[in-house]
Nanobody
């Protein structure tokens, strides 16, 4: 069966950096677009970043452009979200989702559904 697993969350001071990872089992990882979403306290879930199946195209929410970098390593079947210049508004639960590339245009990544989801990893910004 398919299983998606995020890791790397934790507590970091404002201005610091954190790197999240996403791994998947039970599917052909190379064929999937990977999206990162988050749910901040008291707010709805929102798209953060997406990377195309090949890793060659990325999109970002305006709130994280220039601070976050999403990447995909098909050889090691891992996707990454590198976060820097973190602030209190970045606090929340971060989720990794996968959708087959035949079922999604990258520009629609934040709006169309994912095929599979992880259970999330908590990111908390202190100070």
């Amino acid at each position: 069966q398919v299983h998606i697993q995020e890791s790397g969350g934790g507590v970091v001071q404002a201005g610091g950096s954190l790197r999240l990872s996403c791994t998947a089992t039970g599917l052909h990882f190379e064929s999937y677009v990977v999206g990162w979403f988050r749910q901040r306290p008291g707010k709805e879930r929102e798209g953060v970043a997406c990377v195309s199946w090949s890793g060659g195209t990325t999109i970002y929410a305006d709130s994280v452009k220039g601070r976050f970098t999403v990447s995909k390593d098909n050889a090691n079947e891992t996707a990454w979200l590198e976060m820097s210049q973190l602030n209190r508004e970045d606090t929340g639960m971060y989720f990794c989702g996968l959708v087959h590339h035949d079922g999604l245009r990258i520009a629609r990544c934040f709006y169309d559904g994912m095929d599979y989801w992880g259970e999330g990893t908590l990111v908390s910004i202190s100070s």
